[in-house]
């Protein structure tokens, strides 16, 4: 695997609040990273500075050897940074296909008109992207008539086509029964493994982070505690102490199912 995003000594502080404390981590190219932690342990702090929403007091974000610290959302979207949220970015009053269009059409700068030969030239490949998604029979319905893993799967198929080198996914799993969230990462995982493309991922839901991610991240206080496999973080003892409370966690590896 070759090294996608690299993120070196990020440091960020609100007043007298040091919320990241010289955070230091890699996600390579087709691997799967998920970032978790406590409240207050500046994961979410460290994902906003990743994905250009916080410019960071001191350190380096980089795609693939290229400097992206501190770079707008627009600009990173254009470097190749795609990223879904927890509440769904679609347009509503859409079709699922035109979204997936749309979306096309501002990764290649082309006009934005639904009825432009552009749009049209689009369609074959909006077609496949919901192909591969399991999303081609919902192509004409409106993007407000899904379900909500179907909204989210809209969205993972909005991200794809910016041809991603790297997808951030805050909270993916938020809200949605416990089969839709295995549906919605075996999806996204597999996706990115195909694509080569890393994923980094923060996530509440344990059995998601030890049941999908290749190697799980963990902050406290602004500051990483233990990184590597999930076995490995499973038993750490400060991990536990921190963050698992001492629970057991038993998530089944489902890596084997999308490899």
Known sequence: M????EVVGLKKSF?????????DFVVNSGEAVALIGPNGAGKTTTFNLINGQLMPDAGRVTLHGADITGMPPDALFRRGVARTFQITATFASMSVQENVQMALMSHHGTATSLFSPAHRAYALHARDLLQ???LADQADRAA???AYGDLKRLELAMAFANTPQLLLMDEPTAGMAPA???ALMRLAVRACRERDVALLFTEHDMDVVFGFADRVIVMNRGRVIAQGTPDEVRVNDEV?????GGVEINATDKRAAHA
Request: proline share 0%; glycine share 14%.
């Open 2 to 5: 070759s090294v996608a995003l």
């Open 15 to 23: 007043g007298g609040l040091a919320a990241v404390k010289g955070v």
């Open 132 to 134: 591969q998604l399991g």
């Open 144 to 146: 407000a008539e899904l």
């Open 180 to 182: 839709e969230r295995d």
């Open 240 to 244: 536990r102490a921190v963050y698992l």
